[in-house]
């Protein structure tokens, strides 16, 4: 049994669905990423997952429970995280404030989940009385992604999670979500790099034009032509 499993995901704004039809599923202590070129249906599909869309057909299930029409507040408490691109940490708050935001929803105790993730995190353990706005833009996605460890999920979703970042904070936040799908957690990533999606992760999905184009182990993915699928030509 996946640990998640989407089953023909349709999902739009408006009447007229943006992603069609899209399968993917993911597994414990794997990373699954997700490319393709802008306008694919990405970002679409992450929030179809967690209750931003709903979906307007289709299925998605969390160790094979249902959670398609589970409030999105609640979806957090199925094991099912997500870190959005942008503005996700509260700046105000201290990065243990942040972490404890993040514990509110947590199925084990909160403040021993607490020092598991700052064990991982070491900087932000360094930093837990600093106020979010204070650290730079890597360490703030790494709190977010911190924070979303809280609820010890099962599935991570991350949308974007080293965009703007510097080369070298790129590596940090992959070593993170390489070490996180290593704790037994299924990562699914979207990533814009071609290359560093093949080479961090284990299953790989390309989408065009709202539709899960092709997927494979990332071995499988770097041997077809690349370009000629996100140009839609193959
Ligand atoms: N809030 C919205 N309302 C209406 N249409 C939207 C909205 N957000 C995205 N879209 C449209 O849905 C389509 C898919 O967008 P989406 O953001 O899912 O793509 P993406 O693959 O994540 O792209 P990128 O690589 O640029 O992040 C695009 O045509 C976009 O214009
Ligand atoms: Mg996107």
């Given at each position: 049994m996946p640990a998640l499993s989407a089953e023909a995901v349709t999902a739009g704004y408006g009447r007229s669905p943006i992603i069609n039809e899209i399968s993917l599923t993911a597994e414990l202590g794997t990373i699954t990423t997700i490319i393709?070129?802008?306008?694919?249906?990405?970002?679409?599909?992450?929030?179809?997952?967690?209750?931003?869309?709903?979906?307007?057909?289709?299925?998605?299930?969390?160790?094979?429970?249902?959670i398609t029409k589970v409030p999105g507040h609640r979806i957090a408490g199925h094991g099912l995280v997500y870190v959005p691109q942008?503005?996700?940490?509260?700046?105000?708050?201290?990065?243990?404030?942040?972490?404890?935001v993040?514990?509110?929803?947590?199925?084990?105790?909160?403040?021993?989940?607490?020092?598991?993730?700052?064990s991982i995190f070491t900087d932000l353990a360094k930093a837990v009385d600093k106020k979010?706005?204070?650290?730079?833009?890597?360490?703030?996605?790494?709190?977010?992604?911190?924070?979303?460890?809280?609820?010890?999920?099962?599935?991570?979703?991350?949308?974007?999670?080293?965009?703007?970042?510097?080369p070298a904070y790129t590596d940090v936040v992959w070593a993170q979500i390489e070490r996180i799908s290593n704790l037994n957690t299924a990562a699914v990533v979207v990533e814009q790099n071609v290359e560093r999606a093949l080479g961090h992760s284990d299953f790989v999905h390309i989408f065009v034009a709202g539709r899960n184009?092709?997927?494979?182990?990332?071995?499988?993915i770097a041997a077809l032509d690349l370009p000629s699928i996100f140009l839609g030509r193959s």
């Open positions: 393709g070129p802008n306008g694919a249906g990405k970002s679409t599909f992450v929030k179809s997952l967690i209750g931003i869309l709903r979906p307007m057909s289709g299925k998605v299930k969390v160790n094979d429970v249902d942008n503005d996700n940490v509260f700046k105000r708050l201290t990065v243990r404030e942040n972490l404890e993040g514990g509110f929803a947590s199925r084990s105790d909160p403040t021993a989940r607490m020092g598991e993730v700052l979010a706005g204070f650290l730079s833009g890597g360490q703030q996605n790494l709190l977010a992604i911190a924070r979303a460890l809280m609820v010890d999920p099962t599935v991570i979703l991350l949308d974007e999670p080293t965009a703007g970042l510097s184009h092709v997927h494979g182990t990332a071995a499988e």
